[in-house]
């Protein structure tokens, strides 16, 4: 990746304020932009979703923290549709009330929704820039969630605000390539857009050197592991059919599953009962991401049982880098939002989808920890390219250039 220079147009002084719908300082994504733009010397204003346990108002580190009092729930169309319109409506008029007294230099949106980008509208008109940084593409994920067919109504709106709310930013970020080239050939000119990856927190996951499963206590588990949301689309149900399969060649083996409990969960357990699964498998519980650090390095290996779907096919889960930062190989699914970084090397593929190619991969894994570590090493390099001390200096330039003053 070419790195923009960050040492040139200092921030020092510029006013920014970050608009999520999400809580604050929880998602990671908001959080380390306005930690790293903060530490460039921007007075930031942060406006996010009320956590059930933050204040009101806050000064965090520096940064001035108003959240709404709104609690982000999973649920139908409805109730998406009716928590974006009041986060929108209220985001919108502290927004139009604070510009009368400090003027904004940027305006930094993160979706979802794209449409929240009508919070910046006002800072815009007196003089702001807006980012736009869109996390996820909003089309193919709620197509995947609801099962939305591609020129479903539902669908098309969904696109034409995608492309409405690209228009008002002066600048959009995405997460990997894959969403860059999806957004620049429907909605927005390829140039406008940068690229800004999830990579973890060095902080929490530092560079663990790689090692095999020898070196570990004798008669200990071969130790699998998944973590994240527990939704269908990210395939846990797919572990535990491959699990099945793989148990007798594999007597020793253990998986691990962290993540918020839910009603899928409820389902994928009832699947490890009715396959007699319950020796092997284990439900942790959800984890701190500082806890969970910990976790994976008792791990051996980490996996990314991804069903195929529209949204599966371009994502690039943070929890690869996750594993590599902490030496670990990762088993995942051939997809272009993955291949897009790695090709044929750093990870152990399968075809996303197909539980029998994901059993032969875990034996295979299992079953020659010398690639095993050789694999992980050679995916450690990819993401040493792609570490959020290298992602934040592309942040940092982006924003430079975006307020950089019009030559005359």
Not at 45 to 58: E, N, Y
Not at 221 to 241: C, K, S, T, W
Not at 371 to 391: F, K, L, M, N, V
Request: some cysteine.
């Amino acid at each position: 990746m070419e790195l923009r220079n960050a040492a040139e147009a200092p921030l020092d002084g510029r006013h920014m304020a970050m608009v999520s719908f999400s809580p604050y300082p929880a998602d990671p994504r908001p959080r380390r932009a306005a930690e790293t733009l903060r530490g460039q010397g921007m007075t930031i204003d942060a406006i996010c979703l009320q956590d059930g346990t933050g204040p009101a108002r806050q000064n965090l580190d520096g940064l001035d923290i108003v959240r709404v009092p709104i609690r982000q729930r999973r649920g139908g169309k409805f109730a998406y549709a009716y928590q974006y319109s009041a986060f929108i409506l209220i985001a919108t008029w502290i927004l139009a009330l604070r510009v009368l007294r400090r003027r904004y230099d940027l305006v930094y949106v993160n979706n979802m929704p794209d449409v929240l980008v009508v919070c910046a509208l006002v800072p815009k008109w007196l003089g702001a820039k807006v980012i736009l940084d869109l996390h996820d593409p909003m089309p193919e994920l709620m197509r995947t969630i609801f099962g939305f067919s591609e020129e479903s109504w539902a669908v098309r709106i969904i696109r034409y605000f995608e492309k409405w709310s690209m228009a008002r930013a002066d600048l959009v970020l995405t997460v990997n390539e894959a969403c860059k080239r999806i957004f620049g050939n429907r909605s927005c000119d390829p140039g406008k857009i940068g690229v800004v990856m999830n990579s973890p927190d060095e902080l929490i996951f530092p560079f663990r050197e790689a090692r095999s499963y020898a070196r570990r206590s004798p008669g200990r588990p071969f130790v699998m592991m998944y973590h994240g949301l527990l939704a269908q689309r990210n395939g846990l149900d797919l572990a535990i059919e491959a699990l099945g399969i793989v148990r007798a060649a594999v007597p020793h083996i253990e998986f691990r599953i962290y993540g918020k409990k839910n009603d899928y969960l409820d389902q994928v357990m009832e699947q490890v009962r009715s396959h007699g699964l319950d020796g092997c498998v284990r439900y942790m519980g959800f984890r701190r991401l500082e806890d969970l650090a910990r976790d994976i390095e008792a791990c051996d290996v980490g996996i990314i049982p991804n069903h195929r779907n529209a949204f599966t096919e371009i994502n690039t889960p943070t929890r690869i880098f996750e594993y590599l930062a902490l030496g670990k190989a990762v088993i995942a699914p051939r997809t272009p939002g993955i291949e897009d970084y790695f090709g044929s090397e750093g990870l152990f593929f399968f075809e996303p989808g197909n539980a029998a190619e994901l059993a032969r991969t875990m034996e295979h894994v299992a079953a020659n920890e010398d690639e095993a570590t050789a694999t992980a090493e050679d995916g450690q390099r990819i993401y040493r390219d792609h570490s959020w001390s290298q992602e934040r200096l592309e942040l940092i330039g982006l924003v430079r250039d975006l307020l950089r003053p019009a030559r005359t």
